[in-house]
């Protein structure tokens, strides 16, 4: 799949835990892709740290594994998702033939 037709299944939703089927995000919106892939979005999202709230400037927020991205470029944080995305496919393709052969 192409980055173009990755970005092409990009599906907004205001609650990602209906798309994921995961109490964990219940109240935070964002886009989900290729059914499993998301990136929240952040606009006006109050962090609460140290007993301070602070309201993010960022727009949306990428995190896969213990990495985490804050950007207002939603392309920029697509195009690194997709690059995980296509890792993934290229393993399970690479696992499939492998178990085939």
């Given at each position: 799949?192409?980055?173009?037709?990755?970005?092409?299944?990009?599906?907004?939703?205001?609650c990602?835990?209906?798309?994921?089927?995961?109490?964990?995000?219940?109240?935070?919106?964002?886009?989900?892709?290729?059914?499993?892939?998301?990136?929240?979005?952040?606009?006006?999202?109050?962090?609460?740290?140290?007993?301070?709230?602070?309201?993010?400037s960022?727009?949306?927020?990428?995190?896969?594994?213990?990495?985490?991205?804050?950007?207002?470029?939603?392309?920029?944080?697509?195009?690194?998702?997709?690059?995980?995305?296509?890792?993934?496919?290229?393993?399970?393709?690479?696992?499939?033939?492998?178990?085939?052969?």
């Amino acid at each position: 799949m192409t980055f173009e037709e990755f970005q092409a299944t990009r599906t907004f939703t205001p609650c990602l835990a209906d798309m994921l089927n995961d109490g964990c995000y219940e109240h935070i919106a964002g886009y989900v892709y290729a059914d499993s892939f998301y990136i929240e979005q952040r606009s006006g999202y109050v962090h609460h740290a140290n007993g301070i709230d602070s309201v993010l400037s960022e727009d949306y927020e990428l995190t896969i594994g213990r990495e985490s991205w804050v950007d207002d470029d939603l392309e920029q944080l697509e195009r690194i998702l997709w690059d995980t995305f296509a890792q993934e496919q290229i393993a399970a393709e690479e696992s499939a033939y492998t178990l085939g052969a």
